[in-house]
């Protein structure tokens, strides 16, 4: 998720667990520290490499076994601030390092961006679909209670801030269930068995929906809106061509190309789209896009045929097409006239 609710949680974490008659600021700023050490790893870089930033980020940072290093580390910076004013040792501040660190984790596992929580035993990545990278709803009160709970040295304020990230989380895995269940049904109603399938979350929000499967060679993407209490409401989106070995134009095996776009699907999980565009392939990751409905993907691997490194980049595409808040804005409050009611 984002730094400032990485932030909120480590805090109120760090002053949840503190010793009792310690240095309730000591906590906190050791926590702190250790909620956000695990994002170090976006400075790891190589001219060389396209794919590094997908190979590393949420990789060994990010794991359970790793987590005693980060709170060790934040620990003994923070006693070199507070040892001589509150005669705090690494020891004390070891346990709200480890939580805070450890909120870091599960609460990136709780995005779709997949983290690999038990490496080195293995180098799956955890995503368990349900919470958005940024959402004001969740940051918003943990971070007025973590902030509360500093000021006043109140453990019990920063529960609240805990309670309520475990509450929200909660609420969005009951949200993509039943979007998932409600997703299958109308899929079965279509006579429609998909290969692969998938519902993950939309930006700062548990109200809609972002849908994925496969059938037959092709993506289709979706929105299924969620109101609580109420039926679900589905919107067919764009389809897009599945990227496979045998793929025209893909580059020669055992080429640089080809290396690039197979680290790339184990990073995507084979969720790849495939596209051909100036005599040049775009193999894609669906699972994510600036719409819900939009089977444009987020970043894409571009390999000419050469298959040499300087054949092949890495594209993001973060752009916005003219009316796209709209559409947003259409889907979040249900105005959009192309919905179908489902269950």
Not at 175 to 196: C, G, K, M, V
Not at 282 to 288: C, E, H, N, S, Y
């Amino acid at each position: 998720m984002d730094n400032l609710t990485h932030a909120a949680l480590g805090i109120a974490a760090g002053i949840a667990v503190h010793r009792r008659g310690g240095s309730v600021s000591a906590a906190a700023v050791a926590a702190l520290l250790a909620s956000e050490a695990p994002d170090l790893d976006v400075f790891i870089r190589a001219a060389d490499d396209p794919l590094v930033a997908f190979r590393w980020h949420r990789h060994f940072t990010h794991s359970f076994v790793f987590m005693p290093v980060l709170a060790l580390a934040a620990a003994w910076l923070t006693t070199l601030f507070f040892h001589r004013r509150h005669n705090v040792g690494w020891r004390e501040l070891f346990l709200p390092g480890l939580a805070g660190a450890l909120t870091h984790l599960l609460c990136d596992g709780c995005t779709s961006y997949g983290t690999m929580l038990l490496w080195p035993f293995t180098e799956a990545r955890y995503a368990w679909d349900c919470l958005p990278i940024v959402d004001l709803a969740v940051t918003l009160p943990v971070l007025t209670f973590a902030v509360l709970a500093w000021r006043r040295h109140s453990p019990r304020l920063a529960a609240y801030a805990l309670l309520w990230f475990g509450a929200y989380a909660a609420l969005g895995l009951t949200q993509q269930a039943r979007a998932e269940r409600s997703l299958r049904a109308w899929l079965a109603t279509q006579s429609i068995t998909p290969e692969r399938l998938a519902v993950k979350p939309t930006v700062s929000n548990l109200i809609v929906w972002r849908a994925v499967w496969l059938h037959q060679g092709r993506w289709h993407v979706a929105a299924v809106r969620n109101v609580p209490f109420t039926r679900s409401r589905l919107m067919v989106g764009e389809t897009r061509a599945a990227w496979t070995p045998t793929s025209p134009g893909n580059p020669p095996p055992f080429s640089e190309g080809s290396h690039l776009i197979a680290d790339f699907s184990r990073f995507t999980g084979g969720w790849n789209t495939y596209d051909q565009a100036d005599g040049a392939i775009l193999v894609g990751d669906i699972r994510f896009a600036m719409l819900p409905t939009s089977s444009r993907p987020l970043w894409s691997v571009r390999c000419a045929p050469g298959g040499t490194l300087a054949d092949t980049t890495l594209i993001m595409d973060r752009s916005l097409r003219d009316g796209d808040w709209g559409r947003l804005g259409a889907l979040l409050s249900g105005a959009e006239p192309r919905f179908i009611d489902l269950e």
